[in-house]
């Protein structure tokens, strides 16, 4: 079965340190988006885009976090300086119109 | 503003036992997801609710789509352990391709 894949799986770091998450979606995919969960404020949509072009991003704090996406098989979220609150599971997920297939997300925490 | 409700939030229940989870939403959006999220898993897709009155089984779940009440339910048979999880429904937001998230239920299902 065609999947969403992340990386990396698991990030521990430091407060202050940039933290690169990678995501690659399914093939075939035009739309992608970077979701964040926590206990707290459950599943966040912070951006996201259809034919790699940006279609939303005003879910992410935008002085420290950024997304990109470079070319159709890879998608980038950034996190420059990173703090204790961004400690959460970030979850990309694809799709063609709908449903939208999620990857196993990035555990990370940040010390 | 679109907004999706799940009720309950929390639901605890025994095997054996019926229940619903009840999704409502403020849209005339059509289209309506169910997913489910194992703990510290992913989320995966369930059901895919395309027009009124639409209604999709698989094994103990059935999820059904009133859009004039603007009401989805997901219907639980006969509760077993393994289908203890956070269920999530998501609606259409029209035109801009995102999801709107209701905040899941999470259910326990004892022995």
């Known amino acids: 079965d065609a999947r969403v894949t992340q990386t990396p799986r698991h990030k521990v770091t430091e407060m202050g340190q940039e933290v690169t998450m990678r995501c690659q979606p399914i093939?075939?995919?035009?739309?992608v988006f970077w979701y964040r969960q926590t206990m707290m404020q459950g599943l966040e949509l912070l951006a996201y885009?259809?034919?790699?072009?940006?279609?939303?991003d005003s879910g992410m704090p935008k002085d420290r976090f950024s997304a990109e996406m470079p070319d159709a098989t890879l998608a980038t979220l950034k996190i420059q300086p990173s703090e204790p609150r961004d400690s959460a599971v970030y979850f990309c997920?694809?799709?063609?119109?709908?449903?939208?297939?999620f990857g196993d997300g990035t555990r990370l925490s940040i010390l | 503003e679109l907004k999706v409700e799940q009720n309950p939030l929390f639901l605890s229940m025994q095997e054996g036992k019926n229940y619903t989870i009840y999704c409502n939403y403020s849209?005339?959006?059509?289209?309506l997801y169910w997913y489910r999220q194992d703990p510290g898993k992913s989320l995966e897709s369930l059901f895919v609710?395309?027009?009124n009155g639409a209604v999709k089984q698989e094994g103990r779940l059935m999820a059904s789509l009133d859009t004039k009440a603007r009401l989805s339910t997901l219907h639980i048979t006969a509760a077993v352990h393994d289908l203890s999880a956070t269920y999530f429904c998501?609606?259409?937001?029209?035109?801009?391709?995102?999801?709107?998230w209701g905040a899941g239920t999470k259910l326990i299902i004892k022995p």
């Open positions: 997920a694809s799709g063609f119109n709908q449903p939208q297939h």
């Open positions: 093939l075939g995919h035009n739309t």
């Open positions: 885009f259809r034919n790699r072009a940006p279609l939303d």
């Open positions: 849209t005339t959006s059509d289209r």
């Open positions: 609710l395309l027009s």
């Open positions: 998501a609606v259409d937001s029209d035109s801009n391709y995102q999801l709107i």
